[in-house]
């Protein structure tokens, strides 16, 4: 029987830290799945997905509270078995690129959100334009989509929200 946890990591950032993080996993005996880590205005930043021989996340807890007491924010959440809400179509690779906007990020989700995709990944930022100083919003997406809405339909969704996004997708084929 195996487990599985999401670790949420936050804190001043410094060189050997996910060396430190991946040493504690491994004295609890699990195996280091997935991560999404970063250096984000100065702090260290990230996720990790964990998988561990039977239920044993109490001991993965002991281990990381021994990382960094006072420095590190540390936050693990046991992964619920998975469910299936029915049948997904594709996988969908997202680009988006457009002028920097407040909302512009809540516009995207909702759009998302009102198709019923599923967002596997996020990655955004802002950046000035080397043509004209501007500065423009870019984000990449991975979007699981229900079986029912096509690549289309969201493309059709997202260029809506203004005439200066643009929209590349990219769908992956099983």
């Not at 995207?108 to 995709?117: Q, R």
């Not at 096509?150 to 929200?161: C, F, K, M, N, Y």
């Amino acid at each position: 029987m195996t487990a599985s946890a999401i670790l949420t990591v936050i804190g001043s950032d410094r060189p050997g830290l996910t060396q430190t993080i991946a040493d504690a996993v491994a004295e609890a005996g699990g195996n280091w799945l997935e991560s999404h880590l970063a250096s984000m205005g100065g702090m260290f930043v990230g996720s990790v997905h964990v998988e561990l021989q039977g239920d044993d996340i109490a001991r993965l807890e002991e281990s990381l509270r021994r990382v960094d007491p006072a420095g590190l924010s540390i936050t693990v959440v046991a992964v619920p078995g998975s469910s299936s809400e029915g049948p997904l179509e594709q996988q969908l690779f997202l680009e988006l690129v457009g002028q920097d906007r407040p909302g512009i990020v809540q516009e995207v989700t909702t759009a998302l959100a009102t198709l019923k995709v599923n967002i596997s990944s996020f990655e955004s930022s802002v950046e000035n334009s080397s043509w004209s100083g501007a500065r423009l919003f870019r984000a990449t997406l991975e979007l699981t989509l229900p079986a029912q809405v096509h690549e289309s339909h969201v493309r059709d969704a997202l260029e809506q929200l203004s005439g200066e996004i643009m929209v590349d997708l990219d769908a992956v084929e099983d």
